[in-house]
Each structure stands twice: as structure tokens, then as C-alpha cells.
């Protein structure tokens, strides 16, 4: 994914954010629908997402669903319900938008790749399948972006510096100069 996040970023990017995703056979709860900039909070809508299949994904196990056109939306404040996972949007802005725009579901292979803009709407429901899947995630930035963001974590780890694959372990981390981290506010409760 390194080198086609270097297509549209550049020739120095830094790992934000990595996870394993994974879908148990017929428990847990569904991934609500969300903006990953949403989540993040952080304004910045240029880093580049991607999910990977290592399992099978398919309507059936809780693939990732996605409403065609969103990305060209506003950052919309995300939520917390009595029974969310994380923030998520307005559920009623959420079936708003599915009625306008529909719905598509993004059937991968294993080893077949997604990305997409951190303001498209997303989510992955849950896995109705005798048997789970795992997926794997992850989300690119650049040193600009962390340099000019109003938030700064940790230092980040480099993926590809001046175009070159970085595969040195340990790694070596990117830390934005004289920048200090955020406390973010909770997500406001929903009304609904």
C-alpha cells in the first residue's frame, strides 16, 4: 500500500494508525457508520486509508459498506448512542443519506485492498457467518500534515522516506518539532 499512498502523497509518509480488524462468527457488535476524519478529529481530510482482506469479506461476514459520494461531504460531528462503539454519525443523517445515495459493498479476496478519503461515510456490519474474519487497516500521513495539525500524538513511525521503503527495526519515528498534544473533549451523547 506504501507505494500507492506515494502516489498521491509524496515520497515521505508516516504510519498514523494500524489495526487488526477482527469479525467473530455471529458475535460482537457492528462497526457504526462514521468519517475516519470524524473520529480523529484532527481536520486533516489528505491522509490516506486502506483495509485489507485476509479473510474472505463478503455481504455476508460484515464487509465494509460505503455511500458513494460522501467523501465530498463536511466533517459532520460525530456522536456516541447509549450503545456505541466509538463515535459514529447521526444515525438519522445516516439513513437520510443511504435512501439518497444508496449503499455499496465492498467484497474483497484475500489480500485484495481498499482505500479511501477520510470523509467517506463507511461502516461494517456484523458478521452473520459461522466462521470470523480478520482484516487489516491502516492510515498514512505526511510530515506536513503532522507538522500543521492542531493535534500531535505520539511520534509516528516512517513508511517510505525520500521514496525509499523503510524496513529498519527498530523503527525510526517522526516527531513533529514544538508540538504539543490536545486533550480532546468526549463526543457529545445523541438525542436519539
Not at 500500500?1 to 494500524?18: E, I, N, Q, R, T
Amino acid at each position: 500500500m506504501a507505494p500507492l499512498a506515494c502516489h498521491y502523497m509524496g515520497s515521505d509518509v508516516l504510519l498514523k494508525f494500524s489495526s487488526v480488524f477482527v469479525k467473530p462468527a455471529r458475535t460482537g457488535a457492528a462497526t457504526p457508520w462514521h468519517q475516519d476524519n470524524g473520529l480523529w478529529r484532527d481536520g486533516k481530510t489528505e491522509p490516506f486509508n486502506f483495509w485489507m482482506a485476509l479473510d474472505p469479506a463478503t455481504r455476508e461476514n460484515g464487509c465494509l459498506q460505503f455511500i458513494p459520494g460522501s467523501h465530498t461531504t463536511e466533517i459532520v460531528q460525530h456522536v456516541l448512542y447509549e450503545d456505541s462503539i466509538h463515535g459514529e454519525l447521526p444515525r438519522a443523517h445516516v439513513r437520510d443519506m443511504v435512501n439518497q445515495f444508496g449503499v455499496e459493498h465492498i467484497e474483497l479476496r484475500p489480500g485484495d485492498a481498499v482505500s479511501w478519503h477520510s470523509s467517506l461515510w463507511h461502516h461494517s456490519p456484523v458478521n452473520e457467518r459461522a466462521r470470523g474474519r480478520i482484516g487489516i487497516a491502516g492510515v498514512y500521513t505526511t510530515p506536513e500534515l503532522v507538522v500543521r495539525s492542531h493535534r500531535h500524538r505520539e511520534p509516528l513511525p516512517w513508511v517510505l522516506r525520500d521514496n525509499r521503503v523503510c524496513s529498519s527495526f527498530p523503527v525510526e519515528d517522526f516527531d513533529a518539532p514544538n508540538k504539543r498534544k490536545e486533550v480532546l473533549e468526549p463526543f457529545p451523547h445523541a438525542d436519539e
